[in-house]
C-alpha cells in the first residue's frame, strides 16, 4: 500500500513538473519556454516586421529608389532638401529621391547581405570545426592556430581589410569580407561541442561496436553538437548587419547608391547630418531595431536551451 501511494504521489509530481521534467525532449521543452518569453516575443516580433517589409517593398515603396522626383527642390546654396509632402510622407534625400522608398528597398539588401554572409560564414565554420573535432591531434592544432591569428584582429578591422583588398567593391565584396570574419567564430565553437561529443556515451559504444569514423562524426557526433552552433548563427545575424552597414558606411559597399542599402544611406547622410540629422536617423533606427532583434532571439534561444536551466 505504501508503495502504491509513492508510485502515485511520484506521477503527480512530475505531472506538476511539466514537460520538462517527465521526458520530454530538450527541444520540445526549449520551444514551450520560448513561447512564454517576452524577450523572445519581443525579439520574433522585430525581425517578423522587418521581414514582411523586406518582402513587400517592391510593392509596398511608393516610388523608384532611384529616381530624382524631387531634385527641383534640392539646393545647395540654402542647405534645403525636400521636406515631407503628399505621395513622399518622408520627404527625399539630399539627391531628390523619395526616403521612404529608399528605406523599403534597403531593407532587402542589408538583410540578403547579412543572411548570406552569415550562412557563407557557418558553412566555412562547420568544415573547419568538423575538421578539428573529428581528427583531432595535428588537424586540430592547424586548425586551431588558424582559427586564433583570425580571432586575435578585431572582427571589424578584419572586414575592413578584407574588403579593401578586392579592387572593386561590391555587395558580393561585403558579404565575403563579413562571411571570412565569422567563420573563426562557428570553427572554435563547433570544435568544442564535437569534442565533448567524442567522450559521451553513445560515441564510445559506436566505437566499441566497430562502426567507422565518418559514420560515427556525421551521424552522432555532428548532429549532436550543432544546438550551439544554430543558436550562434542568430546571434552572429545581428553583428553581420551592423558590420556590413559599417563596410557600406565607409565607401566599402556597391558603388551604385541607385540600389539603397542602409549603411550606405548613413553615409551619405554625414554631409547634411547637421541641418538635416532625420536622413541618418531613420537608417540607423532601422540597423539598430533589426540587430536588436536577433540579439533577443538568440540570446532567449541560448537560455532555452541550455539544460542547466531546464525547469
Known amino acids: 500500500m505504501a508503495i502504491g501511494n509513492a508510485r502515485k504521489e511520484r506521477i503527480d509530481s512530475l505531472a506538476e513538473a511539466g514537460p520538462a521534467e517527465s521526458g520530454t525532449s530538450l527541444a520540445a521543452s526549449a520551444w514551450r519556454r520560448l513561447r512564454r518569453s517576452p524577450t523572445f ?51 527625399g534625400d539630399q539627391n531628390g529621391r523619395d526616403l521612404l522608398s529608399r528605406l523599403l528597398l534597403g531593407s532587402q539588401q542589408t538583410l540578403l547581405v547579412a543572411l548570406f554572409a552569415t550562412l557563407i560564414g ?78 559521451s556515451d553513445h560515441v ?32 552572429v545575424l545581428a553583428v553581420a548587419i551592423i558590420d556590413a552597414a559599417a563596410l557600406s558606411f565607409l565607401g566599402l559597399g556597391a558603388a551604385n547608391d541607385a540600389i539603397p542599402e542602409w549603411g550606405q544611406m548613413l553615409g551619405s547622410a554625414q554631409t547634411v547630418i547637421d541641418t538635416h540629422p532625420h536622413l541618418a536617423f531613420y537608417p540607423a533606427s532601422c540597423i539598430i531595431l533589426v540587430a536588436l532583434g536577433f540579439t533577443l532571439v538568440g540570446e532567449s534561444m ?4 541550455d539544460p542547466k536551466r531546464r525547469r
Do not use: E, Y
Open 41 to 91: 516575443l519581443v525579439g520574433a516580433t522585430i525581425i517578423g516586421l522587418f521581414v514582411l517589409l523586406a518582402l513587400l517593398a517592391p510593392l509596398l515603396a511608393p516610388h523608384d529608389p532611384g529616381s530624382r522626383l524631387l531634385a527641383d527642390q534640392v539646393s545647395a546654396a540654402t542647405n534645403s532638401i525636400p521636406p515631407a509632402q503628399d505621395g513622399h510622407p518622408l520627404g
Open 204 to 235: 564510445l559504444a559506436a566505437r566499441a561496436l566497430g562502426v567507422k569514423r565518418g559514420a560515427i562524426v556525421f551521424r552522432h557526433m555532428l548532429p549532436n553538437a550543432l544546438g550551439p552552433v544554430i543558436v550562434q548563427a542568430t546571434l
Open 122 to 199: 557557418l558553412g566555412g565554420g562547420l568544415t573547419l570545426g568538423t575538421l578539428a573535432g573529428a581528427f583531432g591531434g595535428w588537424v586540430d592544432s592547424l586548425v586551431m592556430r588558424i582559427v586564433d591569428v583570425m580571432l586575435s584582429v578585431p572582427s571589424l578591422l578584419l572586414a575592413v581589410s578584407i574588403g579593401a583588398l578586392f579592387a572593386g567593391q561590391t555587395q558580393f565584396t561585403v558579404i565575403l569580407a563579413v562571411a571570412i570574419v565569422q567563420i573563426p567564430v562557428f570553427a572554435r565553437l563547433l570544435r568544442g561541442a564535437m569534442l565533448a561529443q567524442r567522450s
Open 302 to 305: 541560448r537560455d532555452a536551451l
